[in-house]
């Protein structure tokens, strides 16, 4: 596989976000009386839709919309919002790629406004070509920002890598027809990823060490 061009999702794989949704989401549980929840389980259950994700923990949205829990989530989230550091090695990782000659991009499920803010905030807007959110709070709406990417830019489906941390970026990947790695040290546990049967790794360092290192250099 010649790769040209890596495709990278933000929360999670190179933002290290984790701590923080679960302090947002167990405050929103807290004023509902909801039990509260550990690392561990919103590694074991976090998922989209978000919506789904929401009704695990509780919430019943025949009593209260779930725009009404949504936005409180997100309120909650961007009261600590340049708090969250990236993930260890990211700009390391993000200089070695770009030496390569690869070009990079960001399809994320965040709101488009913030993750420009966080790549700014952070310094690393040399990296990407191309920086992409979706339109709403909510987290929906990826797939369609994605195939519509892959569609735009120049190289071939097979010539992109897609790196997440979700199931989703998983679909995502599979609906652009692109290559998609999965990093475990982000938003889901090990154990679901590897369910997948897709390719997985620990963290960015074993990534890098066990992949990106054999890439011969674009041209």
Same mark, same amino acid.
């Given at each position: 596989?010649?790769?040209?061009?890596?495709?990278?999702?933000?929360?999670?794989?190179?933002?290290?976000?984790?701590?923080?949704?679960?302090?947002?989401?167990?405050?929103?549980?807290?004023?509902?009386?909801?039990?509260?929840?550990?690392?561990?389980?919103?590694?074991?259950?976090?998922?989209?839709?978000?919506?789904?994700?929401?009704?695990?923990?509780?919430?019943?949205?025949?009593?209260?919309?779930?725009?009404?829990?949504?936005?409180?989530?997100?309120?909650?989230?961007?009261?600590?919002?340049?708090?969250?550091?990236? #993930?260890?090695?990211?700009?390391?990782?993000?200089?070695?790629?770009?030496?390569?000659?690869?070009?990079?991009?960001?399809?994320?499920?965040?709101?488009?406004?913030?993750?420009?803010?966080?790549?700014?905030?952070?310094?690393?807007?040399?990296?990407?070509?191309?920086?992409?959110?979706?339109?709403?709070?909510?987290?929906?709406?990826?797939?369609?920002?994605?195939?519509?990417?892959?569609?735009?830019?120049?190289?071939?489906?097979?010539?992109?890598?897609?790196?997440?941390?979700?199931?989703?970026?998983?679909?995502?990947?599979?609906?652009?027809?692109?290559?998609?790695?999965?990093?475990?040290?982000?938003?889901?546990?090990?154990?679901?990823? #590897?369910?997948?049967?897709?390719?997985?790794?620990?963290?960015?360092?074993?990534?890098?060490?066990?992949?990106?290192?054999?890439?011969?250099?674009?041209?």
């Amino acid at each position: 596989m010649k790769i040209k061009h890596i495709i990278w999702d933000w929360n999670g794989t190179l933002l290290n976000d984790r701590w923080l949704c679960v302090e947002a989401m167990n405050k929103a549980l807290r004023k509902r009386n909801l039990p509260e929840m550990s690392e561990e389980k919103y590694l074991d259950i976090f998922t989209f839709p978000v919506e789904d994700y929401y009704i695990k923990l509780g919430f019943d949205f025949e009593k209260e919309p779930f725009t009404v829990s949504g936005t409180e989530f997100i309120e909650n989230y961007n009261s600590k919002f340049h708090e969250p550091a990236l #993930q260890d090695g990211v700009v390391d990782l993000l200089e070695f790629v770009q030496s390569k000659g690869l070009t990079q991009s960001i399809l994320s499920a965040g709101k488009h406004d913030y993750v420009q803010d966080w790549v700014a905030f952070h310094g690393l807007e040399k990296y990407f070509i191309k920086v992409l959110g979706i339109n709403n709070h909510y987290a929906s709406g990826k797939t369609d920002i994605g195939k519509a990417w892959i569609n735009e830019m120049h190289y071939d489906p097979h010539e992109v890598l897609m790196i997440g941390d979700t199931l989703h970026d998983l679909d995502v990947a599979n609906n652009m027809g692109v290559e998609c790695f999965l990093i475990a040290q982000g938003h889901t546990s090990k154990s679901r990823l #590897q369910e997948t049967g897709a390719t997985i790794y620990s963290d960015l360092f074993e990534f890098k060490k066990m992949y990106l290192q054999n890439l011969l250099p674009v041209n």
